[in-house]
């Protein structure tokens, strides 16, 4: 492999003669062409070993850090599984938000029998002998009566008012007085106050009493309570 040499290793004060004799002491001239040498293609494959060496690197280190990428997202994997697995990672469900539940006791609560049911019954209207008729008609159905009297109303409605133990009793007194509301409060016996409203007229009638277990019914707007201290009968 030659090349044609270069003018300026030609001196033009020097003879063909010259010329001649000076090439052949030159070992890398050849009849005026230059010999690339052992030399001349060490540097050159020098250059390419360098440049294969440095992407060799590069790509050393691209694989690198894939395989620590690889190794961070199967770690982040086996977190997440576990997480689920013991609960402590939970994943939003596409189901409807419930509806608020009321405070109203939902039961459900049997028909209880009369016989063993204590009631208070007290007039909150203005009506005379209200709570006397609704504590014969009470007692015609053996529930036990206890007290009469009248009680600062001014509702309409009639109220049915209990402790938490007693509200299987509240409500089966809630069948027997129609469209009457349910009313908590803290005692801790099983006694029912029953506080009549204008709208009282008198029980369901016998044959029509509701006894299919069920929850209590209480009213539908807040605010909505009887007075609760009982005056003198």
């Not at 001349?40 to 390419?48: A, H, R, S, Y």
């Amino acid at each position: 492999m030659t090349e044609q040499e270069s003018p300026r290793r030609q001196r033009p004060e020097d003879s063909p003669r010259q010329q001649r004799a000076q090439a052949r002491r030159d070992p890398t001239e050849w009849h005026g062409h230059r010999i690339v040498t052992e030399t001349d293609l060490g540097t050159v494959f020098e250059e390419d070993d360098a440049a294969r060496r440095r992407r060799i690197s590069m790509r050393r280190i691209r694989h690198g850090i894939v395989l620590v990428l690889l190794v961070g997202l199967v770690g982040a994997g086996i977190v997440v599984a576990l997480g689920l697995v013991r609960g402590d990672i939970r994943i939003g469900s596409s189901e409807a938000i419930p509806e608020p539940t009321s405070t109203c006791p939902a039961g459900p609560f049997d028909y209880q029998d009369p016989s063993a049911i204590t009631v208070n019954v007290y007039n909150g209207t203005n009506i005379d002998g209200l709570a006397g008729t609704a504590a014969e008609q009470l007692r015609g159905r053996a529930f036990a009566v206890r007290d009469i009297g009248n009680r600062e109303g001014g509702s309409s409605a009639v109220f049915i008012v209990s402790g938490e133990g007693g509200r299987a009793n509240a409500f089966t007194l809630q069948r027997t007085f129609p469209d009457s509301i349910y009313v908590p409060d803290e005692r801790e016996d099983r006694t029912v106050d029953v506080v009549l409203g204008s709208s009282f007229a008198g029980l369901v009638p016998p044959e029509k009493v509701d006894i299919t277990p069920a929850g209590l019914t209480c009213a539908p707007e807040e605010g909505v309570t009887p007075t609760p201290a009982p005056s003198a009968p």
